[in-house]
């Protein structure tokens, strides 16, 4: 078998030309194990774990081959900053139970100075932690070369113990939202696609070669030179007004402009693509029974795992009869509910 990326001979391997962790369910075999493993960990993994789509993973509870999928409330978790006076540090979870995120205030030890001028150590723990303050207490005294206390004296200061009540803290927490090699993985998907639709004269497509280079290359901005659109489904306008956006869907079609090819991708709602995949489009497309290629569409529900594979003259067919019955755009795609 010749991978379709390293173009060497070597045992194939299944692929997911949209990655399974967002429910992909377009494969092909083209691709060998090292060219699957390096290209699925560097490149199909900055798309999956895009944080936009990371949360729509667990909104639809996609965890392809991972145990599970990203918690639903992911983006909201963590250890956060109180602001304001209080200071110190909340841990934020997500009870599954009872649908709620919990707050939980850290441990947090101070000097603070009373009203009479004498220098005390403040310890303030959650209310939940109560049972762990003779512990915190001696634990502190020992990190400051003191003695421990005795369980009379721990009972002393325990009694010593206040509550005071967060209500509506307002926090500040770092959300790190990383765009490399997201250009990489949409690239990717319209190659692999590219390869599937227009054949294997594809290879040998100049295009096609160095397209396949470039993904490979580790440079981030590698197919900075490379003609296409990448970036929010929103700004995408391939897409719009045909088929309106769907949170699960994944949608893609090949068209020819101009003498050239280039392939449309829409990941969910929220990611787009829009790429130029050859500057020859009468390679394929020159309507002689030498070259039968069609343009094609694709469609899959990523939670169903459901797919609609047809040519792109077919699909718009179907758009223009329910326009025409209707006056509005068919979607979402209904084989695929």
């Known amino acids: 078998m010749r991978c379709i990326f ?64 990203p918690g639903r409330f992911e983006l909201l978790t963590g250890d956060v900053e109180l602001v304001g006076e209080a200071g110190g540090r ?19 030890a101070t000097d603070a100075i009373t009203p009479d001028g004498q ?47 967060l209500v509506n803290p307002t926090v500040r927490m770092n959300i790190c939202v990383s765009y490399a090699y997201l250009r990489h993985a949409m690239f990717k998907i319209a190659y692999e696609l590219a390869f599937l639709w227009l054949g294997e004269s594809y290879l040998d497509d100049p295009l096609a070669a160095a397209l396949r280079t470039a993904i490979c290359k580790p440079e981030v901005g590698s197919l900075d030179s490379f003609h296409g659109f990448v970036g929010p489904a929103a700004d995408c306008e391939a897409f719009s007004p045909f088929w309106k956006p769907h949170q699960s869907h994944h949608l893609a079609y090949s068209q020819e402009k101009a003498g050239n090819v280039v392939i449309a991708v829409r990941i969910f709602d929220l990611y787009a693509a829009v790429v130029l995949v050859s500057t020859d489009a009468a390679r394929y ?33 179907r758009i223009v009869t329910t326009w025409q019955a209707t006056r509005t755009f068919p979607s979402p795609v209904p084989d695929l509910l």
């Open 119 to 165: 220098k005390i150590r403040q310890i303030v723990v959650d209310a939940r932690d109560k049972e762990k303050v003779t512990v915190i207490i001696n634990r502190e005294r020992k990190r400051h070369g003191m003695p421990p206390l005795s369980d009379e004296e721990l009972a002393i200061e325990v009694s010593k113990l206040s509550v005071n009540t």
């Open 6 to 69: 390293c173009s060497k001979e070597r045992p194939p391997s299944l692929e997911h030309v949209v990655p399974l962790a967002i429910g992909g369910s377009l494969t092909t075999d083209r691709v060998c194990e090292p060219c699957n493993s390096e290209l699925g960990s560097r490149v199909d993994l900055a798309l999956t774990d895009y944080l936009p789509i990371r949360v729509r993973r667990g909104e639809l509870g996609l965890a392809g081959n991972s145990r599970k999928p």
């Open 285 to 317: 497309f020159d309507g002689s029974n030498a070259h039968p290629t069609e343009l094609r569409f694709v469609a899959m529900d990523a939670v169903s795992g459901n797919k609609m594979e047809t040519t792109f003259a077919e699909e718009v067919h």
């Open 90 to 108: 909340l841990r934020v979870t997500y009870d599954e139970a009872t649908n709620k995120l919990d707050l939980h205030r850290l441990y947090q």
